[in-house]
């Protein structure tokens, strides 16, 4: 039986990833930082098929201890300080955790066992400022945020200790994913929440700061799919992982507000305290290498993620309400 290591197991992105592997049998343990707030929502249907283990991912000493004790074939670092609006007022904190983390988890492996495989979060947000259209694995990087220098950082040190210590080390350049899962902090789901909200009679406007932003959204249980077959390639690389389409946050408000009968334009607040300090207008990812080399695609389209996360927050709040 296989055994993988997740850093970052009670995110969405960890809950999915830990569903695939569960199905492709394997035996799955999560990281978690000590906390009295621990939230095992996202794992909870699955979470007496897991091994939960305490460990930090800014202590190096504890990851070795993981490995040790638990010997993983794979590691996969899901774990970071994730929502780009909290890195302009918490910059040292994301670059400890999403920059440093990441050469703590890769200097355990190296140190401990080299032969592990290793999966690193990348992010479109490093692309920011995007220097071509679409962006691909050779699309320099201009990030525009602290999470996305920080990103960057993790990006450059899996390569570093790929070519340094012939780890097999792979990165996933993820562009925007969602799900029915995503925190509340993130704007689509923002958007359907608030939406659900609206419909239920709860709230009364949705305040929201650039609508003409565009992003390659796609639901998050197609990409944990692509960290997974990344591992399984002969030789580690690294692969953007995207729709290949664009949508405007207007487009994507459009269809929440559809999806529940509503008129966006009654709602919608526009509210300057939402816009960046240094903004990504536009992003949209190539994925041909994915799909070739990885045998990737996605199966979700866009309308139809966003009715999902629209019906499961006014389920959601439905249930809170009753």
Known sequence: MPRALITGITGQDGSYLAELLLAQGYEVAGMLRRSSTVNFERIYHIQDQLTLVPGDILDEVSIMEILRDFRPNEVYNLAAQSFVKTSWSQPVLTGDVTALGVTKVLDAIRLTDPEIRFYQASSSEMFGKVQTVPQNEATPFYPRSPYGVAKVYGHWITVNYRESYDMHASSGILFNHESP???????????SHGVAQIKLGIASELRLGN?????????????????????????????VVATGETHSVRELCEVAFDRAGLAM???????DRFLRPAEVDMLVGDSAKAKAKIGWKTEVPFETLVQMMVDADIDLLRRQVS
């Open 181 to 191: 899962r995503r925190g509340l902090e993130f704007l689509p789901r923002k958007v």
């Open 211 to 239: 609508l003409e932003a565009q992003r390659d959204w796609g639901y998050a249980g197609d990409y944990v799919r692509a960290m997974w077959a990344m591992l399984q390639q002969e030789e580690p690389d690294d692969y």
């Open 265 to 271: 334009e009654r709602y919608v607040v526009i509210d």
